[in-house]
Structure formats: structure tokens, C-alpha cells
């Protein structure tokens, strides 16, 4: 017997092929004028014209239909036939009478999005006003007066849910929001560094395309930093702009005063909701305590916690901070690549065989989303070039992998991950010399890079160098649970048992064990290293 599938957005029943299970028309509706009420001094008995009014006004765009209202306006599906593409036209509410502050604020929210071009960010291809010609009058209004123009965005259209939605319909898990978030950082960074605070960061206005790219909308509450104080009056002495559960503390109390670290606490507000599907409210605890039944990494607490510091100076000063931290914890929570021989070819030796199916197994999850979460291939973007370089890696592609991590570096040489990609490539391809100095030039951009000190311990244990090896895996080992396998494997070979004991007990207590890890824990409390296992894990 079928049973109806249901939108979890609006509840309408459900066609067999509808994507990630959410009707066409949820796709985009809580990712533009979200608000519920009044917003901007919208009007909450607004009713969007209809489609017919609305194709006379843009005679040159096809009007495919209403898919979203909300505070701020209404968001129209259209289609711009000369380049043959959908777009999003986002229409204010009309307005009878004067209200010039309001348009000066839509325009600048315009201006500051047409500012924003990145793979991340919805773009803005147009803004304006137009007559009000076919344009009924605010519905309810008592002897409404005509409406003096019709103010709008023409927008890019993201064929996607948001966060909101994907919560809502039980698709996030926290591997998935580990992939999110460093995306979410890509475009605030971008933001950030041209003046620009979004001070509205909430999982409606985190849209993912069906190529995985996460697009942020709705810059509609945006302050532009740096500008002449009377750019900023229109907002109104003391308003508060913003959504009250994600706005930071400073947000509220002194509104007009907020940087860019408000966006990075409403990061931490949406990571934290993305992990336990609450909201931490008054004393909160951390995420990894409030799941049921999903193991959430232990170290992903301090990241979230430290984004979610009430005063701004204990917090990630940079969105790109937060970036490093969630791809160190991906990249370092990875079991050791497999050894290389000295001639640099794979060979089928148990301890490699061993050591890739555990790396590969980690990187299930990461591979199994790419089709959704993963930037899409192609472009110039330095981050985009280490997605498709690390997709490669988890692929054994490794002289291609190599090749994007090259194409990335030249593009953007402080780009660390693309630098510690750079250097996995080159290990597993057997060039130790490049791999070497790319994890030295990944540590000269961030000391502290779990993963790249990780590698560099990895690559001296395989070129038989105990002391280097010990140095790296110790400081790599706080952060990145794959230096205990080589820390582990370093005190077997020098017989060192309680040592290897200490780091084999870590492995198989994590659960990331399998028959080769419960061997060394036994040999470790054996006080003894059997010849076969001395074998396996010997470098070649």
C-alpha cells in the first residue's frame, strides 16, 4: 500500500521524483524575506500582486509564479529569455505615499549586494524601481492611496533548499553540517573583507543549490562599514536589525555598534543548531552532549563554544578562523594515508591495505555528500580548486589531486588547505621532497595545522627520521586522532610498550580501530612485538 509522502515544509503532498523530499515551491521561500510580521517597515497585511500584474511590469522577464513572500516583499520565479536562465525577482511591498527612507534602505541593501560576487553568495545581476502600472494597492488598506513605485532585486535563483528546510525534513547530520560550515565561512569572509556584515546569518538564509554550493541571501539587513555616519540613520536610533535567537548580545544592546564577529556568533548559533537541532538558549551545553543516539567529535565543542562567546574579543576574530578550524578537524580527523615504498609506487602490504581502507572508510561520509555539499568543478576559485583537489585524494587520484592543489596555491599562495592538500598529494605520489615543503609551507601560514603536522610525521616515520616523526606526531596528535596509529606504530618498533600502549588504548577506545590496531594494543600489553606484526609495520 502507497503511502503520501508530505512536504515538512508546507505539508502539500508530495510527487514521487520531488527533490530531498520538499515540494518545488519550498525550495527557495524561506531563504528570501523570512520574517514573519514586519520587517524594515514592511507591511504584515502586504498580499503580492499577482503574477499577471507583475508580468506587465516586467514585460521582458517570463513570470513563472509566486514561490515566496515574507516582510520585506515577495520572491518571483522568473525566466530571462535572451540568456535563457531562471532568475529570483524579489519585489518590496508597494508603498502609498512617501517613504523615502525606506527606499534609500532597499537601495543600499541593492548596492551592497551587487558588491558581493562570489560562488557563495546569491548574486545580484539588477535593481530598481518601476511604475505602478496593474499594481493593486495594499490590500485592506482603507481609502488606499496609489502606489507610487515598486521597488525590486533580479536576483539569482537557487534551485534548493535551506537549512531550514533540510532540518525540518531530517536530512543534516553533523558530518554534513562539517561540510557546510567552511562555505558558510567563504562567503562572510568575502563579506567581511569588503566592509560588508550580513547581521542576519539563520539557517532560511542558507540556500544550497542542487550542485551542493552553499549560497547566503538576504543581505537586506546588511551595515556597510566604513561609510559616513549618516548612511546608517536611516536604520533608526537604537533599532535593532536582525533575527532576536541568532542576533550576538552586542547585536541588541548596542545595535548601531556591531562588526563583523556578530556574523561569526550567528555562524555559531547555526553550526550549533545544524548539530543538535536546538538552539543554545541561556545555559547551554555543549553539542556533543545534546545529541541522541550520533557521536558527535568532542573537539568540534570548542570551535562552536569559542564562536559563541558573548564578548566579541574572546571570539573567532575571522570567519576564515572558523574555516581552518572545521577543515582541520575533517582533514586531521582522517585515518594516515597509506605508506609509500621508498620507490614511491603503492604496494599491497597488510599495514598499507590497512591504513588506506581505514582512511577511506573516513572519508565515506565526505565522498557520499559531494554530489550535494561540495562545490561545484570548474572556476578559478583557489577554496573551489582544494574541494576538487580533495576529492580527487579521496579518489587515489593523487598526481591529479596534486595538479589542483598546484592550480590553487598559484592562485592563492596563503591558502594553508590548499598547501597541506598540495603535500597529501605528493606523499601518497611518492615525491617526499614536495610533500615536505608543502606541509612546511601549510605550517608557515598556521603553526598549529593539525593535519600538516600530521603529514610531515607520517613522511619522516616512512624516510625512517624516529626523532622528527615523534616531534610532529605529538604536536599533531591533540587535534588529529590519525597521529596515534603513527605514534603508536613508532613505540612498537622501539620498544617502547607503555607508550605504544597509551596511543593503541586511543585507537581502539575511539572505536577507529580494526584487527591490525587491536594487534599493536596487544603486543603493547604484551611487552612483546611478534615478528609478523614487526613486519607490517616496519617502513618499507
Not at 23 to 28: D, I, R, S, Y
Not at 72 to 81: H, S
Request: net charge neutral; proline share 7%; hydrophobic share 40%.
Amino acid at each position: 500500500m502507497d503511502t503520501q509522502r508530505t512536504c515538512p515544509s508546507c505539508g502539500k503532498a508530495l510527487a514521487a521524483d520531488a527533490p530531498q523530499g520538499i515540494c518545488p515551491e519550498c525550495l527557495m521561500k524561506a531563504g528570501f524575506g523570512t520574517a514573519s510580521g514586519s520587517e524594515g517597515g514592511g507591511n504584515a497585511s502586504f498580499v503580492p500582486p499577482p503574477v499577471e500584474a507583475i508580468a506587465r511590469l516586467f514585460p521582458q522577464l517570463e513570470i513563472l509564479g509566486l514561490i515566496g513572500r515574507g516582510g520585506m516583499g515577495a520572491v518571483y520565479k522568473a525566466r530571462q529569455p535572451g540568456l535563457d536562465r531562471l532568475v529570483a525577482l524579489k519585489i518590496l511591498p508597494p508603498r502609498t505615499g512617501s517613504d523615502p527612507g525606506f527606499a534609500e534602505r532597499f537601495t543600499r541593501e541593492a548596492r551592497a549586494l551587487a558588491k558581493l560576487s562570489h560562488p557563495n553568495i546569491v548574486g545580484v545581476y539588477d535593481f530598481g524601481q518601476v511604475a505602478n502600472t496593474g499594481v493593486p494597492p495594499v490590500s485592506g488598506a482603507a481609502n488606499a492611496a496609489p502606489v507610487v513605485s515598486l521597488h525590486y532585486f533580479l536576483m539569482e535563483y537557487v534551485d534548493g533548499p535551506n537549512l531550514r528546510q533540510l532540518e525540518r525534513a531530517g536530512k543534516l547530520s553533523p558530518p554534513q553540517a562539517l561540510q557546510i560550515i567552511p562555505q558558510i565561512c567563504e562567503a562572510l569572509q568575502f563579506a567581511h573583507d569588503e566592509g560588508i556584515v550580513h547581521r542576519d546569518i539563520k539557517p532560511e538564509n542558507v540556500l544550497l543549490d542542487r550542485k551542493g554550493r552553499v549560497k547566503i541571501a538576504d543581505f537586506g539587513l546588511a551595515k556597510i562599514v566604513g561609510r559616513e555616519a549618516q548612511d546608517f540613520h536611516l536604520t533608526g536610533a537604537g533599532q535593532v536589525m536582525g533575527t532576536p535567537n541568532y542576533m550576538a548580545p552586542e547585536q541588541v544592546e548596542h545595535p548601531q555598534d556591531v562588526d563583523h564577529r556578530a556574523d561569526i556568533y550567528s555562524l555559531g548559533v547555526v553550526f550549533y543548531e545544524m548539530l543538535t537541532g536546538e538552539l543554545p538558549l541561556g545555559k547551554f551545553a555543549p553539542p556533543s552532549s545534546r545529541t541522541q543516539g550520533l557521536q558527535i567529535d568532542v573537539r568540534v565543542d570548542e570551535v562552536v563554544l569559542r564562536a559563541l562567546e558573548k564578548e566579541p574579543a574572546r571570539r573567532y576574530q575571522q570567519a576564515s578562523e572558523v574555516k581552518t578550524d572545521v577543515e582541520s578537524l575533517a582533514t586531521g580527523a582522517a585515518a594516515p594515508p597509506a605508506m609509500q615504498s621508498t620507490k614511491g609506487h603503492m604496494t599491497t602490504h597488510p599495514y598499507k591495505v590497512f591504513c588506506y581502507g581505514l582512511a577511506t572508510a573516513v572519508a565515506c561520509a565526505a565522498i557520499g555528500l559531494a554530489a550535494w555539499f561540495f562545490l561545484s568543478r570548474g572556476g578559478g576559485n583557489a577554496s573551489q580548486l582544494a574541494q576538487d583537489g580533495w576529492q580527487l585524494w579521496q579518489g587515489r587520484h593523487w598526481n591529479e589531486a596534486a595538479a589542483k592543489f598546484t592550480q590553487a596555491v598559484k592562485l592563492d599562495p596563503k591558502n594553508a588547505e590548499a598547501w597541506n592538500g598540495l603535500g597529501w598529494a605528493s606523499f601518497n605520489s611518492g615525491r617526499w621532497p614536495e610533500a615536505e615543503k608543502a606541509f612546511q609551507s601549510t605550517l608557515a601560514l598556521n603553526p598549529n595545522h593539525p593535519a600538516a603536522l600530521n603529514g610531515l610525521g607520517q613522511l619522516y616515520l616512512a624516510q625512517k627520521k624516529p626523532d622528527l616523526a615523534e616531534t610532529y606526531l605529538l604536536k599533531a596528535a591533540p587535534k588529529a586522532p590519525a597521529a596515534w596509529y603513527g605514534l603508536a606504530r613508532l613505540y612498537l618498533l622501539q620498544g617502547k610498550f607503555d607508550r605504544a600502549e597509551e596511543w593503541a588504548g586511543k585507537i581502539v577506545d575511539s572505536g577507529q580501530g580494526d584487527a591490525v590496531a587491536r594487534q599493536m594494543l596487544q603486543a603493547a600489553r604484551a611487552k612483546h612485538l611478534p615478528d609478523g606484526l614487526r613486519v607490517i609495520l616496519e617502513p618499507q
